[in-house]
Nanobody, 125 residues
Framework: QVQLVESGGGLVQPGGSLRLSCAFS????????MAWFRQAPGKDRVFAAT???????YAADSVKGRFTISRDNAANTVYLQMNSLKPEDTSIYYC???????????????????WGQGTQVTVSS
């Protein structure tokens, strides 16, 4: 069974940076499309960024140019580098995975089969 474990969240000041990590186990990581979603208090879970099995990346307009998703297949880990953080980035960040050796971009939560437990990111002075 695939398991995802996020880490790296915390409290950061506006304009600061954080790097989230998601450790993958229980499957062949290199064939999975991975993504990050986020959920602010009282709001729906929304797409942030995705990376396909061949490392094609796509990010939501709200984070484009500030957030970078990457993967290390040797370490079975996906990352989200977050720069120029804003208070509105405050959310629980979730890692998601689907076994899809495909170049199709997936930006809807229902397209992902596996989810981590989430890590809190708070941007505040």
């Amino acid at each position: 069974q695939v398991q995802l474990v996020e880490s790296g969240g915390g409290l950061v000041q506006p304009g600061g940076s954080l790097r989230l990590s998601c450790a993958f186990s229980g499957g062949t990581f290199s064939t999975y499309t991975m993504a990050w979603f986020r959920q602010a208090p009282g709001k729906d879970r929304v797409f942030a960024a995705t990376i396909t099995w061949r490392s094609t990346v796509y990010a939501a307009d709200s984070v484009k140019g500030r957030f970078t998703i990457s993967r290390d297949n040797a370490a079975n880990t996906v990352y989200l580098q977050m720069n120029s953080l804003k208070p509105e980035d405050t959310s629980i960040y979730y890692c998601a995975a689907v076994n899809a050796a495909s170049s199709r971009i997936r930006d809807r939560a229902e397209e992902y089969a596996y989810w981590g437990q989430g890590t809190q990111v708070t941007v505040s002075s």
